[in-house]
């Protein structure tokens, strides 16, 4: 995310990380973890809590990451995975990229949608 954040800030795109798990349940998803966690990878996108989990719910997130891609307007034109794998060297699909690509090109996104995978979000 922050390599995606540095390569498409300047086209006006800014990611959003946010935290929906339950930090009663999981300890390292408090906020004061989430501050560690954004000065020791030295974010460059905004990573909020979801306190109640009402954004993820309302949006369908199953698993963190799990990808919304909003255009200008705020309509939802992508959901899904990141990439299609988890190693930077086993990419063969940059999903979440693509479909940015598309919507700055002003067209349609090509795949809008794909399955996402990580972690399970801690309700």
């Known amino acids: 995310m922050i390599k995606i ?5 300047a086209k006006s ?3 959003l990380a946010l935290n929906s798990n339950n930090a009663y349940l999981s300890p390292a998803d408090t906020y004061a973890e989430m501050v560690l966690r954004v000065q020791e990878k030295s974010f460059n996108f ?15 997130a199953i ?3 799990h ?3 909003l255009d200008e307007e705020r309509r ?4 899904g995975r990141i990439d299609d794998s988890r190693n930077p060297e086993r990419v063969t699909a940059s999903d ?15 795949v809008s949608e794909t399955t996402p995978f990580g972690c399970s979000i801690v309700w």
């Open 13 to 15: 795109v800014q990611l």
């Open 67 to 69: 990808a919304f891609l």
């Open 5 to 9: 954040q540095k390569d498409y800030g």
């Open 46 to 60: 905004p990573y909020v809590k979801d306190e109640d989990r009402t954004v993820a719910k309302a949006y369908g």
């Open 63 to 65: 698993c963190t990451p």
């Open 76 to 79: 939802l034109r992508y959901m």
């Open 96 to 110: 979440l990229r693509n479909a940015i690509d598309d919507l700055l090109g002003k067209r349609s996104v090509k």
